[in-house]
């Protein structure tokens, strides 16, 4: 427990930080109150410009306009159009990501696809070009969704399920891997994982390598095209703040677009979507990852929430992430009782997403406590208390308060 | 062409019938204007609920209470629960619907469980139980999505996608036969099929019934538990009136829902979504047709928009749509010059649904003239003028207008 000189030091501290703070100004794009909101990581706080957009789409343009806004609107391009503006926050040049469906469909469209890359490809282990490619690796603490749906991708495709540790990954690749999905940060400890290095090793064995980015979006620099990643997926109701279940995005780097075999082809990926032809022919491009009529209302409403982004470079997101976690663990060290939590996020920059993850007894109740006192985090089970920092609109003010009510909780 | 008389009795009828239209206050819950909106079978109007419904949500639900509101406001439950205000529309008990997700997305968890039923069930031509089940049979005249996916679902189960009209199906049943994906009514002519007698067929060869009920669910009976329907999808902006690309439905009847082995098992679906569990188990009940986190913006909207819904009789409906059609046969034949249009719809009532197509030389261009003269249906390749006809918001004074119009177009 800290004294009270040292909680007016790191008071003195915060508001030093805050006032230098070169993002501060980007905390005025959201709808915020006198909570201390480390929950974006789960669901990203209310951008200001979104009500009214939302209210001329349903008004405006379905009221008034009708089916006409399907061209007059831009609705019928909406998911390339969106996935454009995503891009450049994913380090992914245009035309190689369509928003649309959840997480959990693109994670499938993406495995059965690479699967079925991996195969034409070839170098596999059996007969045939690529015939012994027959297993998916998946790292095993991913979050839970994307091993559930990857064993059914698995399943359908004659492969089996490989679930490994991320560090293990490099050692169990081989000619029989077909595709490996891995999480660029863990949604539980926040561990950040090495894209580049296992990337390049799934390439090394002739594997397709898919990539979820839900907890890395939007709060780090990803480096899609620059990395080589073949495949990614990610959320954007997290860090992209674009509302409850906004739809999720997938990125076929441009090379591979052509082999992008996808296992839900619907109408709207079709060359010629109102052509109505009974034969299904794959449009070119990223929008052959589309399925059926994208959910419009979430779609713009995501729209406007991207346009916070204007004008913010990704990597001055990311030195105020680690400035806030470095800030937080601090202020934790400081503030809590020796002994009663134990962060599971790593110390060193290069292996911490953006957020801290602190191990607790009664982790739930904790959170509850935390929660009545205006410090919204998350508990997941069993033990972890999850705080999310979210640099577009959580000052360092936040953070030293947000220690100092889970020191007094814990007192 | 008519004469003046003639135009003059037929809107004397036309008001003759409006002034007796039981149904006639629904449309106060519609926004609508001047046009007339025979486009309700591509996207419903707006009811006028939806807009401050849609406002709370975002403002209150989401600005506000953010991460709190998957619990206080019902957004975790909403798929089950908007399901179940869906049910009584389409004949179907509680417990048996769950909406999310694309059309195109339901059509491949239905073909592709249907198929993994029916081999369960056994009785196929080949060894072991069921294993002779390798066709999936689909409505050659389909909407193009539901063939595509069809055949991936066929193409990812080892089975052959069979494409042939409703009226041979049941000549094509047989022990290999594993699921036959149908439509209610054609979305191109309007065509009715004989839901019980085609599931009975189905049934008879012990094979798995999916129907689409896109351009049935909001306009007629379906019947779903009387006929015994295994599974059924559809979209909710049509007669629903959801908006532009609010999520679909899924139907599992309540008996085999232990047996639905849905191929995209996302956390939603998971019998402890929050136990973060690395395997994978089945939720019981309709909610293991639930994949990831639902789009909440758009899925709110149409639980608004399903208010309309309220003290309204299916029965009633089906009364006015057919009076509708009738009505707008009746008047195109007295204001379009002969041999200028020609109806693909049947003119029996129990092959009919809630639209009129004509076929018309320069459709496409026809269309847009009479969409600038401000009567609005849409036009499909290569050459047919489609008419939908909502019972709730359309009347019969706009039928008559619009049969006027399309008479002056094409004098």
């Given at each position: 427990?800290?004294?009270?000189?040292?909680?007016?030091?790191?008071?003195?501290?915060?508001?030093?930080?805050?006032?230098?703070?070169?993002?501060?100004?980007?905390?005025?794009?959201?709808?915020?109150?006198?909570?201390?909101?480390?929950?974006?990581?789960?669901?990203?706080?209310?951008?200001?410009?979104?009500?009214?957009?939302?209210?001329?789409?349903?008004?405006?343009?379905?009221?008034?306009?009708?089916?006409?806004?399907?061209?007059?609107?831009?609705?019928?391009?909406?998911?390339?159009?969106?996935?454009?503006?995503?891009?450049?926050?994913?380090?992914?040049?245009?035309?190689?990501?369509?928003?649309?469906?959840?997480?959990?469909?693109?994670?499938?469209?993406?495995?059965?696809?690479?699967?079925?890359?991996?195969?034409?490809?070839?170098?596999?282990?059996?007969?045939?070009?690529?015939?012994?490619?027959?297993?998916?690796?998946?790292?095993?603490?991913?979050?839970?969704?994307?091993?559930?749906?990857?064993?059914?991708?698995?399943?359908?495709?004659?492969?089996?399920?490989?679930?490994v540790?991320?560090s293990e990954v490099p050692d169990v690749l081989?000619?029989?891997?077909?595709?490996?999905?891995?999480?660029?940060?863990?949604?539980?400890?926040?561990?950040?994982?090495?894209?580049?290095?296992?990337?390049?090793?799934?390439?090394?064995?002739?594997?397709?390598?898919?990539?979820?980015?839900?907890?890395?979006?939007?709060?780090?620099?990803?480096?899609?095209?620059?990395?080589?990643?073949?495949?990614?997926?990610?959320?954007?109701?997290?860090?992209?703040?674009?509302?409850?279940?906004?739809?999720?995005?997938?990125?076929?780097?441009?090379?591979?677009?052509?082999?992008?075999?996808?296992?839900?082809?619907?109408?709207?990926?079709?060359?010629?979507?109102?052509?109505?032809?009974?034969?299904?022919?794959?449009?070119?491009?990223?929008?052959?990852?589309?399925?059926?009529?994208?959910?419009?209302?979430?779609?713009?409403?995501?729209?406007?929430?991207?346009?916070?982004?204007?004008?913010?470079?990704?990597?001055?997101?990311?030195?105020?992430?680690?400035?806030?976690?470095?800030?937080?663990?601090?202020?934790?060290?400081?503030?809590?009782?020796?002994?009663?939590?134990?962060?599971?996020?790593?110390?060193?920059?290069?292996?911490?997403?953006?957020?801290?993850?602190?191990?607790?007894?009664?982790?739930?109740?904790?959170?509850?406590?935390?929660?009545?006192?205006?410090?919204?985090?998350?508990?997941?089970?069993?033990?972890?208390?999850?705080?999310?920092?979210?640099?577009?609109?959580?000052?360092?003010?936040?953070?030293?308060?947000?220690?100092?009510?889970?020191?007094?909780?814990?007192?």
């Open positions: 427990m800290s004294e009270p000189r040292e909680s007016a030091e790191l008071r003195t501290r915060a508001e030093s930080l805050d006032s230098t703070d070169e993002l501060a100004k980007a905390r005025e794009q959201f709808v915020l109150d006198e909570v201390v909101y480390l929950d974006g990581n789960s669901l990203g706080a209310l951008p200001a410009g979104v009500p009214g957009r939302v209210e001329d789409v349903v008004r405006r343009q379905w009221g008034e306009l009708r089916i006409r806004s399907w061209d007059e609107s831009g609705w019928w391009t909406a998911p390339e159009r969106i996935g454009d503006r995503i891009a450049p926050l994913v380090g992914a040049g245009p035309g190689q990501i369509v928003v649309g469906d959840s997480t959990s469909v693109n994670v499938f469209k993406a495995v059965v696809a690479a699967v079925r890359m991996a195969r034409l490809a070839g170098g596999g282990a059996g007969q045939g070009a690529g015939g012994g490619r027959d297993e998916v690796v998946v790292d095993a603490t991913t979050f839970p969704t994307d091993g559930y749906i990857a064993e059914s991708a698995a399943r359908l495709t004659g492969c089996t399920l490989r679930p540790l991320p081989g000619p029989r891997t077909a595709a490996v999905l891995l999480n660029h940060v863990d949604y539980r400890t926040g561990r950040l994982h090495d894209l580049q290095s296992l990337t390049a090793a799934v390439h090394a064995a002739g594997a397709v390598a898919v990539w979820d980015l839900c907890h890395s979006a939007g709060a780090l620099p990803v480096g899609l095209d620059e990395h080589g990643v073949d495949l990614a997926v990610g959320c954007t109701y997290k860090y992209l703040n674009g509302g409850p279940g906004s739809p999720a995005y997938l990125y076929v780097r441009r090379d591979l677009q052509d082999r992008f075999d996808s296992p839900l082809p619907g109408w709207n990926s079709h060359a010629e979507p109102f052509g109505m032809r009974p034969d299904y022919e794959a449009a070119p491009g990223a929008l052959r990852g589309r399925v059926g009529t994208p959910d419009i209302l979430s779609m713009l409403a995501l729209e406007a929430a991207l346009d916070v982004w204007d004008g913010i470079p990704i990597e001055s997101v990311r030195a105020k992430s680690l400035a806030l976690t470095d800030f937080f663990l601090e202020c934790v060290a400081a503030y809590v009782p020796e002994g009663r939590v134990e962060s599971l996020t790593p110390s060193a920059h290069r292996e911490r997403g953006s957020q801290v993850a602190l191990r607790c007894d009664n982790a739930g109740e904790v959170m509850q406590r935390l929660i009545a006192r205006g410090v919204i985090g998350d508990f997941r089970h069993p033990d972890v208390l999850r705080f999310g920092f979210t640099p577009l609109y959580v000052g360092f003010a936040d953070v030293e308060r947000a220690a100092g009510v889970l020191g007094e909780v814990l007192a």
